[in-house]
Each structure stands twice: as C-alpha cells, then as structure tokens.
C-alpha cells in the first residue's frame, strides 16, 4: 500500500531533514583496515611447548571514534590479548583495526550510539578473526575471543564519564 504525503513512516527508518521531507536513515561501511597489528613471543621457541594448565589471558579492549566529514566517521576498535604462565609472558597480541563508516539521516541523540555499539559490532568478527590468525601464526592454538557486549561498554563509558562530569 503507497504511504500517504502527511502520514509517517511506521518503520522508524526515516527522520526529516530541515525542510521536512523525509531522509532515509543509512549506515555504511566505506572502509576497513587495519591501523597497527603487533605480535611478540619473547620466550619462542621454549613457550611452544606443551603445558598441563592453560596459560591466564587478558583481554582488553577499547572502542574510539572521530569525524572526517560530515556524515563520515573513523571507529576505531583496539583488542589487547597478553597471555602468561606465572611471570613469563608467551604472547602479547595487540590490533588497531578501523572502518569508516557512513551514517546519514540518524539524530544526533542516535549518532553516539552508532559510533560506539553498532560499528563496533560490525567491525569485532573482522577483527577477532585477525587476532585468532596472529596467534596461530605465532605457533599457538588460534585465540578466539568471546562476543564483547559493546552496548554494556558504551554504558559504563557514559557512567563513567558522567561521574567525571558531576566531580568537576
């Protein structure tokens, strides 16, 4: 059925730009690549023997954004994975992988989530495979790190960064 002029649209998918016509919501992906990617081993060969326990991993990760147009914004998605055996260090993965992304149509109050949940989730199974193939290269079984929940990040970031605001 063809939309009526005056009526809205149901699906959420559109916002008015300043004239009050309707604007198509999109988000697109124009790029990604990989900003830094570092791989040591400093025990290698000796921490490629084969252990009893499984060594302790720590994963960390961070998520940043910037413009670079007007509708145009770098994500930047930054996994950190150290694995150790008591004091001795048997790799230490770090990737810094980025997409441009697109977003037009969106309000503001959507744009922060966007940046910071949604482009991040489209840039994590890019990312962790890159991380899996790195240490598996470097002689160990392929580090698959477990789906991140960005939305609850983005969260405790805002938290965060509103307690900052009422110290100030």
């Known amino acids: 059925m063809a939309q009526k002029p005056d009526e809205k649209a149901e699906n959420g998918n559109e916002a008015t730009n300043g004239n009050g016509s309707a604007q198509q919501q999109t988000l697109n992906i124009l790029a990604q690549y990989v900003k830094d990617l570092s791989f040591e ?74 940046l910071f949940i949604e482009c991040p989730r489209l840039l994590f199974p890019f990312a962790r495979q890159i991380i899996a193939e790195a240490t598996r290269n470097g002689g160990f079984p392929p580090l698959m790190i477990d789906p991140i929940d960005f939305a609850q990040m983005f969260q405790q970031r805002m938290a965060e960064e509103q307690a900052k605001a009422q110290v100030s």
């Open 41 to 114: 081993s400093p025990g290698a060969p000796l921490s490629l023997r084969p252990r009893e326990n499984a060594p302790g991993i720590s994963i960390n990760v961070n998520v940043n954004a910037n413009p670079i147009a007007e509708n145009d914004f770098d994500v930047v998605l930054t996994l950190s994975a150290k694995a150790s055996e008591g004091k001795d260090v048997l790799f230490n993965a770090e990737l810094v992988y980025g997409g441009v992304f697109r977003l037009v149509g969106f309000p503001q109050e959507h744009l922060l989530p966007l």
